[in-house]
């Protein structure tokens, strides 16, 4: 799967999740789906058309880079609220099995 880069802004106390829309809705190559999980809230179903599976152990893991510093966020899409000038990576990654 080959990186793309994108570009958005979410207004000030504004989540994720406003900035991903508006993504969707300026760009037409990029597209997201989420799923509603009752005890976590919105994650982060499928992009571009790549989609988690549980079976395989796929998701999307959200990472932030600021000043060359990469965290996985502790919250998920609709309740994390991006910084300036911060960079969100949608990262498609496996888990291990405990």
């Known amino acids: 799967m080959t990186p793309k880069s994108y570009s958005s802004s979410v207004v000030e106390g504004g989540v994720l999740l406003g900035a991903l829309r508006r993504l969707q809705e300026t760009q037409q190559d990029f597209k997201y789906t989420v799923q509603v999980d009752p005890d976590f809230g919105l994650?982060?179903?499928s992009v571009n058309g790549v989609s988690?599976?549980?079976?395989?152990?796929?998701?999307?893991?959200?990472?932030?880079?600021?000043?060359?510093?990469?965290?996985?966020?502790?919250?998920?899409?609709?309740?994390?609220?991006?910084?300036?000038?911060?960079?969100?990576?949608?990262?498609?990654?496996?888990w291990s099995q405990q």
């Open 43 to 45: 994650l982060l179903e």
């Open 52 to 94: 988690g599976n549980e079976q395989e152990r796929l998701y999307w893991e959200i990472l932030s880079e600021s000043s060359g510093e990469y965290h996985r966020l502790n919250v998920g899409i609709g309740c994390y609220t991006p910084q300036e000038n911060e960079h969100i990576i949608l990262k498609f990654s496996t």
